[in-house]
């Protein structure tokens, strides 16, 4: 340990210069790099979780599920909809 804060010492410079060569080198590789490279990143749905404690379910479908599915449906695009209501959850 006392050989690595000697070495950090003496290069400090060095060790400043390759550290900011690198940071360099990433964002212009950041920038130019094609999008080609990169995944199809195309998500096909959403998933709400909702945790409501102890409320029952007739309840939370009527005051949380329901309001939810309206304002999912006014989202342009939405192909479909599916919710599954339980005692103080709904997804």
Same mark, same amino acid.
């Given at each position: 340990?006392?050989?690595l804060?000697r070495? @950090?010492?003496?290069?400090?410079?060095?060790?400043?210069? @390759?550290?900011?060569?690198? $940071? $360099?080198?990433? +964002?212009?590789?950041?920038?130019?790099?094609?999008?080609?490279?990169?995944?199809?990143?195309?998500?096909?749905? @959403?998933? @709400?979780?909702?945790?409501?404690? +102890?409320?029952? =379910? !007739?309840?939370?479908? =009527?005051?949380i599920?329901?309001? #939810?599915?309206? =304002?999912?449906? !006014? #989202?342009?695009?939405? =192909?479909?909809?599916?919710?599954?209501?339980?005692?103080?959850?709904?997804?």
């Amino acid at each position: 340990m006392d050989q690595l804060s000697r070495f @950090v010492t003496r290069n400090a410079r060095t060790i400043e210069f @390759v550290t900011l060569a690198l $940071a $360099a080198a990433g +964002v212009y590789a950041a920038f130019t790099m094609p999008t080609s490279v990169f995944p199809q990143t195309d998500f096909p749905r @959403v998933v @709400v979780l909702v945790d409501s404690g +102890v409320m029952p =379910a !007739d309840q939370m479908m =009527a005051t949380i599920t329901r309001p #939810i599915e309206e =304002a999912m449906n !006014d #989202i342009p695009g939405v =192909a479909s909809i599916r919710s599954a209501t339980s005692r103080g959850s709904a997804e």
